[in-house]
């Protein structure tokens, strides 16, 4: 029955590829179409009277772009806004993110050409995300200035109450909602920040390049999506590129592997959390954030036993609960926080952690 069905908004300029979403979305029997529109400005107005479950949100479009159309419906009748972006410009990618940091939950690559080989995988995805995506339940955002990428001051720090080992490196992993908790966790931190951070972000194949720019132009620090070799510098974001494991070698550079997937999938939070226990053992932080699955949550419990400390974003400050909330269930969160604690909370936790042993080194890489 209809009633039973996904309704989906499609907000996109051009006719023919709107025609051609439409099709598909339609081919699919658990959705149904609600609406098709040509600009910002429709997709606004047809959310407020009425309530699809998910709106396929294209990024240029003339009265409003899809950046200003999820900023406008998330301030006032929020809904899953998948954005359906072209991976090939990536100052279109960077607007993608920009529209994922107003509200936006997942990005999908346009399944353009019926001749690409690609295509069918394409479209299976953008169906296969959509249907996913309309389970999220997504709150209302408030109206904010523009952002300001200076990081706040760092509150002084508590005496501790143990002597803590160094903190060296800190691998953060995240899947659905995480770019945006990404970019304002690393905006928050000081730009001489200490330590190198890896991160395993669960995203579309392609939108990486665009991600890394995005975050390398507004959190103050350098993006890279990483290389294998590659000794991390504090103070730099190296993220797993797409189809491959990342992890830490045992001289203290990066490791890049196709093996197996981990819980379906490559990059596997998993792999650099297993890698950090192995090799870093006490001396690594691990932070698991929002997420859909189970991806890195047992690994994170093998960094805590292995004596580091981690961190799980809280169930209200997620978008989906899935992965923090597993690792929790483990007991394996030294630290269930919300997003905006984190950044405070890793300043306090590295510069507490260097105070202890400045003058000491726990021997490890």
């Avoid at 658990?30 to 609406?35: E, K, N, T």
Wanted: glycine fraction near 8%.
């Amino acid at each position: 029955m209809t009633d039973d069905k996904i309704k989906v908004l499609v907000a996109e300029d051009s006719a023919v590829i709107r025609m051609l979403l439409v099709q598909l979305l339609e081919s699919d029997p658990q959705i149904s179409v609600m609406g098709a529109v040509s600009d910002g400005r429709a997709a606004f107005d047809f959310v407020q009277s009425n309530k699809p479950d998910v709106v396929l949100m294209d990024i240029h479009m003339p009265q409003l772009n899809g950046f200003e159309a999820t900023r406008r419906i998330m301030e006032t009748k929020p809904v899953p806004i998948v954005i359906c972006s072209a991976t090939s410009n990536t100052k279109d990618l960077v607007f993608t993110f920009e529209a994922m940091e107003a509200g936006a939950i997942a990005c999908v690559e346009k399944p353009l050409n019926r001749e690409r080989d690609d295509f069918e995988a394409l479209a299976a995805h953008m169906l296969e995300t959509v249907k996913l995506m309309s389970e999220v339940k997504v709150v209302r955002r408030t109206a904010r200035a523009r952002r300001n990428y200076s990081p706040p001051e760092a509150h002084p720090v508590a005496p501790p109450q143990r002597a803590e080992a160094q903190i060296k490196l800190i691998g953060i992993g995240a899947s659905t909602g995480g770019p945006p908790v990404l970019q304002a966790l690393l905006a928050a931190l000081p730009r001489d920040f200490p330590v190198p951070l890896l991160v395993v972000q669960h995203i579309t194949q392609g939108f990486l390049p665009g991600m890394a720019d995005w975050l390398s132009l507004t959190t103050g620090l350098q993006a890279h999506i990483a290389s294998s070799g590659t000794r991390p510098l504090p103070g730099h974001v190296y993220l797993a590129p797409d189809d491959f494991h990342m992890g830490i070698g045992s001289d203290g550079t990066i490791i890049l592997t196709q093996q197996s997937p981990e819980n379906n999938l490559r990059p596997a939070v998993s792999f650099l959390f297993r890698s950090l226990a192995d090799v870093y053992g006490p001396n690594a932080l691990g932070v698991l954030l929002t997420g859909m699955g189970k991806d890195g949550a047992e690994e994170l419990k093998a960094m805590k036993n292995k004596g580091a400390i981690t961190i799980a974003q809280d169930r209200d400050s997620s978008v989906v609960h899935g992965m923090p909330g597993v690792a929790i269930a483990l007991g394996g969160a030294t630290h269930v926080l919300p997003a905006d604690k984190i950044a405070q909370t890793l300043v306090t936790l590295v510069n507490r952690s260097n105070g202890i042993a400045r003058n000491s080194d726990h021997g490890n890489p």
